[in-house]
Nanobody, 125 residues
Framework: QVQLVESGGGLAQPGGSLRLSCAAS????????MTWARQAPGKGIEWVSG????????YYLDSVKGRFTISRDNAKNTVYLQMNSLKPEDTALYYC??????????????????WGEGTQVTVSS
């Protein structure tokens, strides 16, 4: 069965870095667009970044451009989110999700059919 397991979250200071991992099983990540989304306390889920099925195109929320990098390791069937220059407003529960098909990722969250349980990122001094 399809499963997504996020890890790598934790407490970081402003300006610090974290690398999130999303280990996939039950399907091959290279056949699907994948995405990261986040939910801050008291807010709705927000799309953060996406990578297309062959890994050649990446997309970012404007507020994380230049700070976050999405990537994939097909041999490990894993997707990553490298987060640098973290800000307190990046504090959220971060989820990875699998698109319903291949091609380009989309910020429309209903286009993703499987989600992990999330990993908490807290940015605070």
């Amino acid at each position: 069965q399809v499963q997504l397991v996020e890890s790598g979250g934790g407490l970081a200071q402003p300006g610090g870095s974290l690398r999130l991992s999303c280990a996939a099983s039950g399907f091959t990540v290279s056949n699907y667009a994948m995405t990261w989304a986040r939910q801050a306390p008291g807010k709705g889920i927000e799309w953060v970044s996406g990578i297309d099925s062959d890994g050649s195109a990446t997309y970012y929320l404007d507020s994380v451009k230049g700070r976050f990098t999405i990537s994939r390791d097909n041999a490990k069937n894993t997707v990553y989110l490298q987060m640098n220059s973290l800000k307190p407003e990046d504090t959220a529960l971060y989820y990875c999700a699998k698109a319903r098909g291949g091609g380009l990722p989309t910020p429309r969250l209903y286009e993703y059919d499987y989600w992990g349980e999330g990993t908490q990122v807290t940015v605070s001094s």
